[in-house]
């Protein structure tokens, strides 16, 4: 199954980064062969729309599901439209250890977006 | 002649100038009276101040893409054409974000199956009527929680047509992002309205700033002065901005703002010194005209 992450660095040791949209890599991870892949984060400098970049990524990558700290309401409406299951980091540190939680089943599914989107007062 | 009021900072006293110095003209009987446009439309509070009588209202939208999951190949050439990434295909499903779309219709220009259809998204209103002294009050509020000014700036604006010799008094939104340089744009004059502390100071080198990029003429009015604050006439004198106006920090003053009476009600010596304020600013327009 393939998964994708959100991490300060390519990785498997990389830190998580709570940020999905914002993230500064996305770690597309292998979950049986544990092989990866990462990419920088497109839409990291995006004046507006960075969930929805992420997320377009993670469905062109046909991955199954998204580990974040966090998803807004943009990243969480695109995710779930393109049915991929999303989780939460929760007190993970590393991707390795996301991985790992994620195959033991014992990492929080997100049911509805996790905050509000910015206010957006920057993007007019 | 249109003049846009800004400031940079907030709170420094726009709307106090811009609602005064458009009582001021429309008391002076030789002029036609002017149009009052308040582009704040965040959080429009010159009427405060005007009391209009608002006997016109109209909705206003932007034109949001419609996807026909029917006719949708997944093709994905709407996304890629989004600057704002509004649309966005997922699998098969492609999706539209219209807080973050900014009405272009490119999505729809570039789809060759003719999936996109467009629709109206309403953001806000227009509302016009006469005001105090028979001044041609508009304004524009966008709807809460909506993210984009701009689109009722350009509406307001594109609404606005004057007769000869009929001023323009547009009351600009706080800082120096886009709906600020929307409300500026086409402005014959800018008039920066600051206080004199660093924080106003700060704001107001960014107001000018953003007027120098679009070429408009600028003078300061200095607002809430309280003493000798050398930095600001220092900045002023050096950036080629003449200082207009100086209003002291006074009790009455913030007392009767706070009534919501008009700066030139509460000291009516204010209409004389708009009056000459203009003057100066038209006068230094035909001077410059005829040097070009």
């Known amino acids: 199954m393939k998964i994708v992450l959100s991490t300060t660095s390519p990785g498997l040791d990389s830190t998580t980064d709570p940020r999905f949209g914002r993230g500064a890599y996305l770690l597309v991870v292998d979950t049986e062969t544990m092989r990866w892949e990462a990419r920088p ?5 995006a004046s507006g729309g960075a969930g929805i970049q992420a997320a377009q990524f993670v469905a062109d990558q046909k991955a199954d599901a998204a580990i974040s700290g966090d998803f807004g309401p943009h990243a969480f409406n695109a995710l779930q439209a393109a049915g991929i299951a999303m989780y939460l980091y929760g007190d993970c540190r590393t991707a390795d250890e996301a991985v790992k939680r994620f195959k033991a089943g014992t990492l929080e599914r997100v049911g509805a977006a996790t905050r509000a989107e910015c206010d957006g007062a920057h993007h007019a | 002649m249109r003049i846009a009021v800004a400031s940079g900072k907030g ?22 009276l002017p149009i009052f446009v308040d582009c704040d439309v965040e959080a429009p509070n010159a009427h405060l101040f005007l009391k209009p009588h608002l006997e016109q ?3 206003v939208g932007i034109m949001i893409p419609v996807v026909d999951d029917a006719k949708c190949t997944y093709c994905g050439k709407c996304a890629e ?5 509004a649309i966005a295909v997922l699998g098969r499903k492609t999706l539209a974000f219209p807080q973050l779309c900014h009405g272009c219709g490119s999505c729809a220009i570039q789809c060759s199956e003719k999936a996109i259809t467009e629709k109206l998204d309403p953001i806000g209103v227009i509302e016009r009527g006469p005001s105090l002294a028979g001044i041609d009050f508009r304004r524009g509020v966008l709807n809460i929680g909506e993210p984009m000014a701009v689109p009722i700036i350009r509406e307001l604006l594109r609404q606005v047509t004057p007769r ?3 001023t323009v008094i547009l009351d600009a939104p706080p800082g120096t992002s886009c709906p600020v340089v929307a409300a500026m744009r086409g402005a014959d004059y800018l008039l920066l309205v600051t206080e004199p502390t660093p924080f106003g100071l700060h704001d107001l080198r960014l107001a000018a700033q953003v007027a120098g990029e679009l070429g408009i003429p600028a003078g300061v009015i200095v607002n809430r002065e309280d003493g000798d604050y050398p930095d600001l006439d220092l900045f002023c004198r050096s950036s080629g901005l003449p200082i207009l106006m100086r209003i002291p920090f006074e009790r009455a003053i913030a007392e009767g703002i706070a009534q919501g009476r008009p700066l030139a009600e509460i000291r009516p ?7 000459k304020l203009f003057w100066q600013i038209t006068d230094s327009q035909i001077r410059q005209r005829a040097q070009e």
């Not at chain 2, 106090?16 to 030789?30: D, K, N, R, Y």
């Not at chain 2, 054409?81 to 990434?85: D, E, F, G, I, L």
């Not at chain 2, 010596?269 to 009056?275: D, K, L, N, R, T």
Request: charged residues 10%.
């Open chain 2, 269 to 275: 010596e204010y209409i004389a010194a708009f009056q």
């Open chain 2, 57 to 59: 209202s109209r909705p």
């Open chain 2, 81 to 85: 054409v989004c600057a704002y990434h």
């Open chain 1, 41 to 45: 984060n497109p839409g990291v400098n």
């Open chain 2, 164 to 166: 000869p010799g009929q």
């Open chain 2, 11 to 32: 709170g420094t006293g726009k709307t106090t100038i811009a609602t005064s110095l458009a009582l001021s003209l429309a008391i002076e009987v030789s002029a036609p």
